[in-house]
């Protein structure tokens, strides 16, 4: 046994004659002189190489033993970056001043470091000569990658890909705990080539087992069990259970949900589930604004409730004040929605709406309500449907006088979106068509209206600076005289939902004494958005609108058009921030430049 004692002055004493040693203690490095040369590697590799280095990128004033531990773990981040790229003999050198850094004791390292040198010699580009995954399901709905196949680069990547095949085929078939055993992989240095065998342990077919609730929510368990639509009894697949996360995750309700399996399979083969939930906030207040020299400012806001009743319901209550300071009066709309999700099946909610409005536009007044039952069916993430029947009532007055009219009214709606990004779409496309039948009542006429909106979203090159934008929009009203339709249900151009330039609603259907609206309606937009830097865009556009007295527009109908540049500010968060100036070029108008500013793309 070996007894240390040091009393208060010998350790004082200690201190000073260490100091006055002038142990040799590492200074900082002051921003050594750093380089990397990857002689054979093309410029891809070798620009790879840079940005992978942690040496290249250190700050200036990280000391000598940081510098250090940085350039050796540097070894491994660059011979990672050679496996992914086939290269399986490389050279890597990490020289300090001349000396190769795996060579210098961490312990003792120098006292400065003015330079660094990196090389790489990544050698001869290896080939797959055996690549095999075993065993895989018969059939299976997975390929493996075809980057994995005798003959072709050989790389971590590609290996590490048809692994994930592999475990995701046998999922796919039933296994969900299936596992990598083992891995055979050999590299023949003469002849270029790797070998890699993987072996896969599928385990048994397993069916869904039941799922139990964890955490902390205060949506009723049963409610919970109803939404989710867990499949138990069937055949595992990953699909299902991927369902079963959306449909709760859909309500709203839920800041997190998470699905954990069991580490054991039941005797029985099944397999249990663990579902974890954390709530959002009860209510979420939210507020928007838009404002343009013609249609004055818009102010929109809205209040909702979660978890109404204790079974993830939704309250939506919606308000909206327009024309203020604008060229007409102003006028508004205020509506209450609930939504009670799984009542019909987990991907089927109800909901029911009311909906008061009060319209001041330029051609027609006119005040409606509107009572509705629906039912809402969401059939993947961008598709749902759905469908609803009620009562309106609206009391209007037009160029063709005052009337009421009463309907029993459906209203059936499809949605399809596939944008990338709702708030600023780069790719892909958007569509929602609409029906509304309506039956009148008290000598009201019968009909239906017809909408089509459609948007389509292209980039030019991979980095997304240029995108076009198109969009369409259709309307129509079949039935009924021009002069016997509602004024609400007739279709108006000009505006920034339709063509910019003109004031809202400025073109109609010419009658005698005055302006109404349409039966047909067609409208055209493009865009061409380019990025300056990362937050801001211009845009350049152009706006076509179609009115028609008849239920199709036609070579002889009322138009407009419109033309104009605008500017984009993306904000973290929000979206862009959007400026658009616009000035009529067809249409014989003289509105004259108009502006809008708002939250959001224009379409």
Same mark, same amino acid.
């Given at each position: 046994?070996?007894?240390?004692?040091?009393?208060?002055?010998?350790?004082?004493?200690?201190?000073?004659?260490?100091?006055?040693?002038?142990?040799?203690?590492?200074?900082?490095? &002051?921003?050594?002189? =750093?380089?990397?040369?990857?002689?054979?590697?093309?410029?891809?590799?070798?620009? @790879?190489?840079?940005?992978?280095?942690?040496?290249?990128?250190?700050?200036?004033?990280?000391?000598?033993?940081?510098?250090?531990?940085?350039?050796?773990?540097?070894?491994?981040?660059?011979?990672?970056?050679?496996?992914?790229?086939?290269?399986?003999?490389?050279?890597?050198?990490?020289?300090?001043?001349?000396?190769?850094?795996?060579?210098?004791?961490?312990?003792?390292?120098?006292?400065?470091?003015?330079?660094?040198?990196?090389?790489?010699?990544?050698?001869?580009?290896?080939?797959?000569?055996?690549?095999?995954?075993?065993?895989?399901?018969?059939?299976? !709905?997975?390929?493996?990658?075809?980057?994995?196949?005798?003959?072709?680069?050989?790389?971590?990547?590609?290996?590490?890909?048809?692994?994930? *095949?592999?475990?995701?085929?046998?999922?796919?078939?039933?296994?969900?705990? $299936?596992?990598?055993?083992?891995? +055979?992989?050999?590299?023949?240095?003469?002849?270029?080539?790797?070998?890699?065998?993987?072996?896969?342990?599928? %385990?048994?077919?397993?069916?869904?087992? &039941?799922?139990? @609730?964890?955490?902390?929510?205060?949506?009723?368990?049963?409610?919970?069990?109803?939404?989710?639509?867990?499949?138990?009894?069937? $055949?595992?697949?990953?699909?299902?259970?991927?369902?079963?996360?959306?449909?709760?995750?859909?309500?709203? =309700?839920?800041? =997190?949900?998470?699905? =954990?399996?069991?580490?054991?399979?039941?005797?029985?083969?099944?397999?249990?589930?663990?579902?974890?939930?954390?709530?959002?906030?009860?209510?979420?207040?939210?507020?928007?604004?838009?404002?343009?020299?013609?249609?004055?400012?818009?102010?929109?806001?809205?209040?909702?409730?979660?978890?109404?009743?204790?079974?993830?319901?939704?309250?939506?209550?919606?308000?909206?004040? #327009?024309?203020?300071?604008?060229?007409?009066?102003?006028?508004?709309?205020?509506?209450?929605?609930?939504?009670?999700?799984?009542?019909?099946?987990?991907?089927?909610?109800?909901?029911?709406?009311?909906? $008061?409005?009060?319209?001041?536009?330029?051609?027609?007044?006119?005040?409606?309500?509107?009572?509705?039952?629906?039912?809402?069916?969401?059939?993947?993430?961008?598709?749902? *449907?759905?469908?609803?029947?009620?009562?309106?009532?609206?009391?209007?007055?037009? $160029?063709?006088?005052?009337?009421?009219?009463?309907?029993?009214?459906?209203?059936?709606?499809?949605?399809?979106?596939?944008?990338?990004?709702?708030?600023? *779409?780069?790719?892909?496309?958007?569509?929602? /068509?609409?029906?509304?039948?309506?039956?009148?009542?008290?000598? #009201?006429?019968?009909?239906?209206?017809?909408?089509?909106? %459609?948007?389509?979203?292209?980039?030019?090159?991979?980095?997304?600076?240029?995108?076009?934008?198109?969009?369409?929009?259709?309307?129509?009203?079949?039935?009924?005289?021009?002069?016997?339709?509602?004024?609400?249900?007739?279709?108006?151009?000009?505006?920034?939902?339709?063509?910019?330039?003109?004031?809202?609603?400025?073109?109609?259907?010419?009658?005698?004494?005055?302006?109404?609206?349409?039966?047909?309606?067609?409208?055209?937009?493009?865009?061409?958005?380019?990025?300056?830097?990362?937050?801001?865009?211009?845009?350049?556009?152009?706006?076509?609108?179609?009115?028609?007295?008849? #239920?199709?527009?036609?070579?002889?109908?009322?138009?407009? /058009? %419109? /033309?104009?540049?605008?500017?984009?500010?993306?904000?973290?968060?929000?979206?862009?921030?959007?400026?658009?100036?616009?000035?009529?070029? !067809?249409?014989?108008?003289? +509105?004259?430049?108009?502006?809008?500013? %708002?939250?959001?793309?224009?379409?």
């Amino acid at each position: 046994m070996y007894l240390f004692c040091c009393p208060r002055h010998i350790l004082h004493a200690f201190l000073i004659g260490f100091c006055g040693l002038g142990i040799a203690l590492p200074d900082p490095a &002051q921003a050594a002189t =750093t380089s990397l040369a990857a002689p054979g590697a093309d410029e891809d590799l070798t620009e @790879q190489l840079r940005s992978a280095s942690a040496v290249l990128s250190v700050p200036p004033d990280i000391d000598v033993q940081g510098l250090l531990a940085t350039a050796l773990s540097d070894y491994r981040t660059l011979v990672q970056v050679l496996y992914d790229r086939g290269y399986f003999s490389p050279e890597v050198h990490i020289r300090l001043d001349g000396r190769e850094a795996a060579s210098i004791q961490p312990l003792y390292p120098p006292r400065t470091i003015n330079t660094i040198a990196i090389t790489v010699k990544p050698g001869t580009r290896f080939t797959f000569g055996e690549a095999r995954v075993t065993p895989l399901p018969n059939p299976s !709905d997975v390929e493996l990658p075809e980057s994995f196949a005798p003959g072709q680069t050989a790389s971590t990547g590609a290996i590490r890909d048809a692994s994930h *095949a592999g475990l995701k085929a046998w999922r796919h078939a039933g296994h969900a705990k $299936v596992a990598l055993q083992d891995q +055979d992989i050999t590299a023949n240095h003469l002849q270029s080539r790797l070998n890699a065998t993987l072996h896969l342990a599928p %385990g048994p077919k397993l069916r869904f087992g &039941q799922l139990r @609730q964890t955490g902390q929510t205060a949506v009723n368990a049963e409610a919970i069990r109803r939404i989710a639509g867990f499949p138990t009894g069937e $055949v595992y697949h990953p699909d299902d259970l991927a369902k079963v996360g959306t449909r709760l995750r859909r309500t709203g =309700t839920f800041s =997190t949900v998470s699905l =954990t399996e069991a580490p054991q399979a039941n005797p029985d083969g099944t397999l249990d589930f663990a579902a974890n939930f954390e709530d959002l906030p009860q209510r979420r207040l939210t507020f928007g604004a838009e404002l343009s020299s013609s249609d004055g400012l818009e102010l929109t806001g809205s209040w909702m409730h979660r978890n109404l009743f204790g079974n993830a319901e939704k309250l939506r209550f919606e308000m909206r004040l #327009s024309g203020l300071g604008g060229s007409t009066d102003i006028d508004g709309r205020i509506a209450l929605r609930l939504d009670r999700p799984a009542t019909l099946g987990p991907d089927d909610n109800t909901y029911y709406l009311l909906e $008061v409005e009060r319209l001041d536009e330029e051609h027609y007044k006119a005040t409606r309500g509107l009572g509705a039952i629906g039912v809402r069916r969401v059939f993947s993430d961008t598709l749902f *449907a759905e469908g609803s029947i009620g009562f309106e009532s609206i009391l209007a007055e037009d $160029v063709f006088g005052k009337r009421r009219f009463k309907f029993l009214e459906g209203n059936l709606r499809v949605e399809k979106d596939r944008r990338n990004n709702r708030v600023s *779409a780069t790719s892909g496309y958007y569509m929602d /068509a609409r029906v509304v039948p309506f039956i009148g009542l008290d000598g #009201s006429k019968s009909g239906a209206q017809l909408k089509l909106e %459609g948007r389509i979203y292209y980039s030019l090159g991979s980095s997304e600076n240029i995108v076009l934008a198109g969009r369409l929009q259709l309307g129509s009203v079949v039935g009924p005289a021009l002069s016997e339709v509602s004024p609400t249900m007739l279709f108006f151009s000009g505006g920034a939902g339709s063509v910019r330039g003109h004031e809202y609603q400025s073109l109609g259907v010419p009658v005698a004494g005055g302006t109404a609206g349409g039966k047909g309606y067609l409208a055209l937009s493009t865009e061409v958005r380019g990025k300056v830097t990362d937050k801001i865009s211009l845009v350049g556009f152009y706006d076509l609108g179609l009115v028609d007295a008849d #239920s199709f527009v036609s070579n002889s109908s009322e138009r407009h /058009a %419109g /033309a104009g540049i605008g500017l984009r500010y993306d904000v973290a968060g929000i979206g862009p921030i959007r400026l658009d100036l616009a000035y009529p070029v !067809d249409g014989g108008s003289s +509105d004259g430049l108009q502006f809008y500013i %708002g939250i959001g793309q224009a379409f």
